[in-house]
C-alpha cells in the first residue's frame, strides 16, 4: 500500500515560489508513476506535471511550462514541485499521486496523465496566491 503525504503549502503573493514535498512510503518507490495535480475550487482535479521514477523526461501542463519543476530524491523516497513565478490561477488545491501506467514513446517512458490513472492520492496541501 503506498502512502503520500504532502506539504508545502501556503499562502503566497503574485510572483512568489514554493516547494512542494510529497513523502512516499509502503511501497518500493522506483517503477512508479509519480504526479502533481491540482483542484481549484468548481473546477475538475487536473495534472500539473508528472514524471516516472525509473528515468525519463517529466511532462507538464502547458500552464506550468517554464514555471514549475518536478524532481524526486530517491534517498529520501520524496517527490517536490518547484514553483516559481506563481500566478493567482495556480490557486488551487495540490495533490501528489502515483500509479503504474505509462507509455513509451520518444525514445522514453511517459507517465500517463488522466487522474483515472493514478491509484494512489495524498491528502492535499493549499497553495493560494494573490495579486
Known amino acids: 500500500q503506498v502512502q503520500l503525504v504532502e506539504s508545502g503549502g501556503d499562502s503566497v503573493q503574485a510572483g512568489g515560489s514554493l516547494r512542494l514535498s510529497c513523502a512516499v512510503s509502503?511501497?518500493?518507490?522506483?517503477?512508479?508513476?509519480m504526479g502533481w495535480f491540482r483542484q481549484a475550487p468548481g473546477k475538475e482535479r487536473e495534472v500539473v506535471a508528472v514524471a516516472y521514477t525509473g528515468g525519463g523526461s517529466p511532462d507538464y501542463v502547458d500552464a506550468v511550462k517554464g514555471r514549475f519543476t518536478i524532481s524526486r530524491d530517491n534517498a529520501k523516497n520524496t517527490l517536490y514541485l518547484q514553483m516559481n513565478s506563481l500566478k493567482p490561477e495556480d490557486t488551487a488545491m495540490y495533490y501528489c499521486?502515483?500509479?503504474?501506467?505509462?507509455?513509451?514513446?520518444?525514445?522514453?517512458?511517459?507517465?500517463?496523465?488522466?487522474?483515472?490513472?493514478?491509484?494512489?492520492w495524498g491528502q492535499g496541501t493549499q497553495v493560494t496566491v494573490s495579486s
Open positions: 509502503g511501497s518500493p518507490y522506483s517503477g512508479y508513476c
Open positions: 499521486a502515483a500509479g503504474l501506467s505509462r507509455r513509451y514513446y520518444g525514445g522514453s517512458w511517459h507517465c500517463r496523465t488522466p487522474t483515472s490513472e493514478y491509484n494512489y
